[in-house]
């Protein structure tokens, strides 16, 4: 089996950010606006200010994405994590998240947070595995999530 790359942001990686992001969010959700703004310019509105985003390849194919978001200072948060269906089950978006959180470390980040949908239950393993806990939601933050954890360094 070939191994999987890990790429930060490149401007011509940004179409798969939205496209694979738009494939999961659409299965089970809608796109929301703050979606469609964080999809459409990834560098003005996640890297620029901030935060990273990453690019799973596999078999010369970009089939992964994820992000941090700077929150404030100390405080990152994991969004848009997403795997193409024909690539799941490789432990790539482990993988993604992993490097997510190990560069908000070396941001210096003293707590990751993420929102998400308990329906999306391999996620919430994943989340779990990588040591992550739920902690109380704030009400309206986004529509869809309906679970808030967080890890602590």
Not at 40 to 56: L, M, S, T, Y
Not at 93 to 106: D, F, N, T
Request: glycine share 8%; proline share 3%; aromatic share 12%.
């Amino acid at each position: 089996m070939k191994a999987v790359i890990i790429k930060e942001f490149q401007d011509d990686l940004a179409p798969y950010f939205l496209s694979i992001n738009k494939e999961w969010i659409e299965k089970f959700f809608s796109i929301e606006a703050f979606d469609r703004e964080q999809l459409e310019n990834p560098r003005k509105n996640i890297v620029d200010k901030g935060g990273q985003v990453w690019f799973a390849e596999y078999k010369g194919q970009i089939v992964g994405t994820a992000a941090m978001r700077w929150v404030e200072d100390g405080v990152y948060e994991l969004i848009k994590m997403g795997v193409t269906p024909q690539a799941q089950g490789r432990s790539i978006g482990q993988l993604l998240a992993e490097s997510a959180v190990q560069w908000a470390k070396g941001q210096g980040a003293n707590r990751v947070v993420l929102y998400s949908n308990t329906c999306l239950s391999p996620a919430i393993r994943l989340y779990h595995r990588l040591g992550f806990v739920e902690v109380p939601i704030e009400s309206g933050k986004y529509q869809r999530c309906d679970i808030k954890m967080e890890i602590v360094f």
